[in-house]
Nanobody, 116 residues
């Protein structure tokens, strides 16, 4: 079955960096675009970034553009989110997402807390 497993979250000080990973199984990872979302306490889940199946193109929300970088390694069935210059408002649970044959799949999420 399809599984998405996020890792790499944690507590970091403002201005710090983290790299999130999303390990995928159960479908042909290399032919699907992938996305990162996040959900802060009391807020709706919001889209963060998207990457094409090959990794050649990507887009970002305005709130993270210039600070976050999405990437993927199709040989490892893994997607990444490099987060730099983190701010307290980046605190959220981060989820990876795949749309496979019109079905949306989500990981369990990984908590990112930015605080001094």
């Amino acid at each position: 079955q399809v599984q998405l497993v996020e890792s790499g979250g944690g507590l970091v000080q403002p201005g710090g960096s983290l790299r999130l990973s999303c390990l995928v199984s159960g479908f042909t990872f290399s032919i699907y675009g992938m996305k990162w979302y996040r959900q802060a306490p009391g807020k709706e889940r919001e889209w963060v970034a998207v990457i094409s199946s090959s990794g050649a193109s990507s887009k970002y929300s305005e709130s993270v553009k210039g600070r976050f970088t999405i990437s993927r390694d199709n040989a490892k069935n893994t997607m990444y989110l490099q987060m730099n210059s983190l701010k307290p408002e980046d605190t959220a649970v981060y989820y990876c997402n795949a749309q496979v044959r019109s079905i949306a799949y989500w990981g369990q999420g990984t908590q990112v807390t930015v605080s001094s």
